[in-house]
């Protein structure tokens, strides 16, 4: 048998296929080397792998025609002490000669999982899957429903999709997400948890991957050492089989989706009366992150602490089953370090599935600075934000005035106490303080507002977080860039935006609760969620404002969504005022209600009778009696253009 050899892939001998329709366009890294190939599914774009630096072979040393082949060392026996070292780096690394390619992988099983809409969701899982069973018994409920999917068919065919460090030293991530074989299924009955599935493979022909050039040598080496048996959920059946295939596709969808996305480490381990009714939460919790009702950015947050968690957890056992014998006081330590980490990750997890990410945070203030108050001896100071500062610039202000020139918008906003104003003069600037407004002051540019732009740290979570009790930012251009929370966030207290420009990216305009936004003769945009988002108990004034092409969501299904340009949360309910405002070309609807249980209706059913519930747009009756019972007072706006109507109430 060859000898095995794992490669580094360079970043520059990587060749791709772009994922189209029909035949795909071979772009490669050699001149000239671009061909017809036929379609492969998006996620298993094909490579050529250039073996630069195989691991030697153990044991005697190889023969020179092998050692070309795979770029072995020479034996250092056979070579004087120096003689190695000169002649590595006289001759360089041979590419491994063309062999016989790989023919591209065949398109698997589309999942029906991916159309089903929630209440499938929640059905398949809670009433077909789980069938009421408790959290501890949730695994065997899988391990049942996927064995008795498998006696469908004991052999079909599928690709099997792992890891890359089974083959490669070193590769490119990015170049080669996997590496997918076209294999041979063979189902055994198995006694693990369906997690831990394994199936017997073979390679299938004719010999297919996603990586052009792989040697098949080495892939039937691969097997062998793993005595053919992988994961079963590493497998994934290819289309042009019979439905019985189709069936176990679904069923090893079905499982993936619980492991990757429902069930947690700890569940086992906490007792849970409705087990399902907290599955059913976190299949909304799910949806709700792919239809956008929760923005992008900050759903973005959820899935990187979950996956903090799980590998903290990997990390904790890794150290754990290097202790071979009593551990040390350090180690003692250092495992107590890691559990800890685990359980406040934990915790954070819980509280953010069952809020739903309904508030920013974790949960608390993100403002820890303190106020200053006045200074002592009670005078205000102006800040002039310029490179220079001329005569020119301060001749409108009164000759009694404190003057302070800074180059620097973060510098000014640092050196401010309650009363200050900070003018800002045309140009681009950057300041972290803007996340960080506890004192009371004025923030305004001098000149047209699209002259003044103020762009966010994309390294940053927050971009504008108030919690002073008046803030007031005028004539200014905010311009979000890959900042996590709403483009504006006010914690408490008042802020007041005056002619300013939003262009977001994020989230839009977020007021918590027990917190007061006036808008004036601004215009809102781009934002992923609502444009203005009003969370129970607070208060907005909206007044001649411009508020468009918000919901501008990355999700596959934007025809869920409901936001658009102003989103209410009841439940208390908060209080609007909206005068003269144009909303349009949004997304979901141009003033979105959401009430997240029928409790607010049970509250109002004075004025609702629950039939209206549902928020039948067509009722206007109903939307009336709404409008008055949520303090929503609203004249001679102009909602138009929306994507799903005008107002809108929202039942989760």
């Known amino acids: 048998m060859a000898s095995r050899a794992r490669a580094a892939v360079p970043a520059d001998a990587v060749r791709t296929v772009s994922p189209g329709r029909g035949g ?22 094909r490579v050529r792998a250039v073996v630069a630096s195989p691991r030697p072979v153990k044991g005697k040393a190889a023969p020179e025609a092998v050692r070309r082949r795979l770029q072995l060392p020479r034996d250092p026996e056979a070579e004087g002490p120096g003689e190695a070292a000169e002649r590595e780096e006289e001759e360089p690394l041979l590419p491994v000669p063309e062999e016989e390619e790989a023919q591209p992988l065949p398109a698997i099983c589309v999942s029906p999982m991916r159309g089903m809409w929630r209440d499938e969701k929640v059905a398949l899982y809670c009433d077909l899957v789980l069938q009421g069973c408790k959290a501890e018994d949730a695994d065997e409920a899988m391990s049942k429903y996927l064995s008795e999917k498998l006696k469908l068919k004991d052999k079909w065919f599928g690709v099997w999709k792992t890891n890359p460090e089974l083959f490669f030293v070193k590769y490119e991530e990015t170049s080669i997400p996997f590496v997918g074989i076209l294999v ?12 831990c599935f394994k199936v017997t493979v073979s390679v299938a022909e004719p010999f297919s991957s996603n990586i052009a050039n792989i040697s098949r040598d080495l892939v039937d080496e691969v097997l062998e050492e793993l ?25 090893l969808e079905v499982v993936r989706f619980f492991y990757d996305f429902l069930w947690r480490d700890w569940d086992d381990e906490e007792s849970c009366e409705n087990y399902t009714a907290l599955i059913e939460e976190r299949i909304n919790l799910w949806c709700e992150i792919q239809d956008g009702t929760i923005p992008g950015p900050i759903a973005q947050r959820f899935k990187k602490t979950l996956e903090k968690y799980k590998s903290k957890r990997v990390e904790l056992i890794e150290y754990q089953s290097n202790i071979k014998e009593d551990p040390s006081a350090a180690e003692a330590v250092e495992c107590w370090k890691k559990y800890y980490e685990i359980v406040m990750l934990c915790g954070l997890l819980k509280m953010w599935e069952d809020l739903r ?28 934000v310029a490179k220079v500062m001329t005569t020119e610039m301060v001749k409108d202000l009164s000759s009694d005035t404190l003057l302070q020139q800074h180059d620097d918008l973060d510098l000014a906003l640092e050196s401010c106490y309650s009363g200050d104003t900070v003018v800002i003069f045309p140009g ?78 994020g989230t839009g305009v977020c007021v918590l609760t027990g917190a007061a936004l006036t808008i004036t003769d601004s215009e ?18 909206l007044e001649r404002n411009e508020i468009h092409h918000c919901n501008n969501l990355r999700t596959s299904d934007s025809s869920k969504s409901t936001l658009g340009g102003v989103s209410m949360k009841v439940l208390p309910a908060p209080k609007l005022k909206m005068t003269n405002n144009h909303i349009y070309n949004n997304n979901g609807y141009g003033v979105s209600i959401l009430q997240p249980t029928e409790q607010f209706f049970i509250v109002a059913e004075a004025a609702l009778n629950k039939g209206a519930a549902s928020g039948d747009k067509k009722d206007d009756k109903m939307l009336s009696k709404v409008m008055q019972n949520l ?22």
């Open 631 to 652: 303090n929503l007072e609203m004249n001679n706006n102009k909602i138009e253009a929306n994507l799903k109507g005008d107002i809108r109430i929202v039942t989760s």
């Open 184 to 195: 041979e299924v063979t189902c055994k009955p198995s006694q693990n948890s369906s997690s």
């Open 524 to 541: 809102i945009t781009g934002a992923q969620g609502a444009g203005v988002e009003l969370y129970p108990g607070s208060i907005a004034i």
């Open 428 to 505: 681009e600037y950057q300041a972290a303080n803007l996340a960080l407004l506890t004192d009371d002051i004025i923030i305004k540019g001098i000149g047209r507002r699209e002259e003044i732009l103020i762009t966010s740290e994309p390294s940053h979570d927050s971009f504008v977080v108030s919690k002073a009790a008046n803030v007031k930012l005028m004539h200014l251009s905010l311009i979000q860039q890959g900042t996590v929370d709403g483009i504006v966030v006010v914690e408490s207290g008042h802020l007041t935006l005056e002619n300013c420009v939003l262009k977001c990216e």
């Open 227 to 251: 005595e053919h048996s992988v994961p079963l959920l590493e497998v994934y059946p290819v289309e042009g089989q019979d439905a019985d295939i189709r069936d176990i596709a679904l069923a």
């Open 357 to 384: 990410l309904r508030v920013h945070g974790p949960f608390f203030p993100r403002i820890l600075r303190r106020r200053k108050g006045k200074r002592d001896f009670g005078k205000t100071i102006t800040h002039i």
């Open 24 to 45: 795909d366009k071979v772009v490669s890294a050699y001149p000239g080397d671009a061909v017809a190939a036929p379609a492969l599914e998006s996620t298993a774009s």
